[in-house]
């Protein structure tokens, strides 16, 4: 049996996965950390921060999995050419906020759909193995893309508690990543840890974070990005929420 080829990666070109949890129950409930953040100023902090990787090199790539209730979707690949067009007509938002706020809202409503034709019992987690399938899919897809494939990580931004009923296919999902030499960093804004994430982040070689200060998230997810964009040298810790203080790195 013929070995599998080894990887060769382009140089300071990063793929960023991100899954974004979009359970309503979730963001319908008092289950964040503080009880504060809503869900338009929990995607004001995770567009900020997309938008960021991609100003810090126009070859990175970015791509967004909605994760509900019952179903996972793309919504937001920066490498199509209809995703990186601006929208010029009114000046009013660039086509990654647009196109990605359009398509998240039409996900919403066909998640909330299946969730009113099947009624939650028990632990309402999002379906995080479907979305991990989903990132690992398109992982592989570039992959055979072509000789070169930019470093690819997976972002996963949870706030849902763990379902039980879905560890195996997340464990799954988790060893797959490690052979492909994929990192899973994790980002959970829930009241709780979440140890399938824990699992994930450590089997991987990712980071695994839990905010205490979900109004400085835009400024955790940077620091987290260290790892996956080189070039970020200049970032600022969320110490103080009126004086930032920033720290440069060699």
């Known amino acids: 049996m013929a070995s599998a080829p080894s990887k060769q990666y382009s140089d300071d070109v990063s793929l960023l996965m991100v899954l974004l949890d979009t359970n309503p129950?979730?963001?319908?409930?008092?289950?964040?950390?503080?009880?504060?953040?809503?869900?338009?100023?929990?995607?004001?902090h995770v567009i900020s921060f997309l938008n960021s990787i991609i100003l810090l090199n126009q070859l990175n790539q970015v791509v967004v999995i909605a994760t509900g209730f019952n179903s996972c979707d793309y919504i937001y690949e920066s490498s199509t050419s209809e995703a990186i067009i601006v929208n010029s007509d009114n000046g009013q938002m660039p086509a990654l906020c647009s196109k990605m706020l359009q398509k998240l809202e039409e996900f919403v409503i066909r998640d909330e759909q299946l969730s009113k034709e099947n009624s939650p019992t028990g632990i309402v987690s999002s379906l995080l193995s479907g979305s991990l399938s989903l990132a690992l899919c398109y992982i592989q897809k570039v992959f055979r893309s072509?000789?070169?494939?930019?470093?690819?990580?997976?972002?996963?931004?949870?706030?849902?508690?763990?379902?039980?009923?879905?560890?195996?296919a997340v464990m799954n999902a988790i060893f797959s990543a490690q052979r492909s030499m994929v990192p899973i960093d994790s980002c959970v804004i829930g009241a709780q840890h979440s140890a399938f994430l824990q699992q994930a982040s450590y089997i991987t070689g990712g980071v695994y974070l839990k905010p205490q200060q979900l109004d400085g998230l835009f400024q955790y997810l940077t620091i987290q990005s260290r790892r996956l964009v080189p070039d970020m040298g200049m970032i600022c810790t969320p110490t103080d929420p009126h004086k930032p203080n920033c720290a440069t790195y060699p």
Do not use: A, K, M
Request: proline residues 12%; hydrophobic residues 30%; aromatic residues 14%.
């Open 25 to 44: 129950f979730f963001w319908g409930g008092t289950n964040t950390t503080t009880g504060v953040l809503s869900f338009s100023s929990f995607l004001t």
């Open 146 to 168: 072509g000789p070169l494939h930019p470093h690819p990580r997976i972002l996963c931004l949870q706030g849902s508690p763990d379902g039980p009923e879905q560890y195996v």
